[in-house]
């Protein structure tokens, strides 16, 4: 099985950091991509920040110069530096992971973790 495990959500003020951690652990092969998206209260789930195997890197508009996301490959670990954080940053934020699992099968598909709360209120 794959798990995917994160951590470092709370409460935290306006223009404070929050740093998340994912790992993902299990029978992976390997893992294509990381990311990070969040579910704010009434809205749809939308993409924060992904990276690749690669290292590429991808922002949603609303968190560019703000969260930087990066990873450590070897632990299969991908993290999301926030920083000037605002209220509206306030979400669920959920750890998504494209995995392939076996190197007899060519196939990935996407592995979720549980969300973590971020709450950004004074």
């Known amino acids: 099985q794959v798990q995917l495990v994160e951590s470092g959500g709370g409460l935290v003020q306006p223009g404070g950091s929050l740093r998340l951690s994912c790992a993902a652990s299990g029978r992976i092969f390997s893992i294509n991509a990381m990311g990070w998206y969040r579910r704010a209260p009434g809205k749809q789930r939308e993409l924060v920040a992904t990276?690749?195997?690669?290292?590429?890197?991808n922002y949603a508009d609303s968190v560019k110069g703000r969260f930087t996301i990066s990873s450590d490959n070897a632990k299969n670990t991908v993290y999301l530096q926030m920083n000037s954080l605002k209220p509206e940053d306030t979400a669920v934020y959920s750890c998504?992971?494209?995995?392939?699992?076996?190197?007899?099968?060519?196939?990935?598909?996407?592995?979720w973790g549980q969300g973590t709360q971020v709450t950004v209120s004074s």
């Open positions: 998504n992971a494209n995995i392939r699992r076996t190197a007899i099968s060519s196939y990935s598909t996407d592995y």
């Open positions: 990276i690749t195997n690669g290292g590429s890197t």
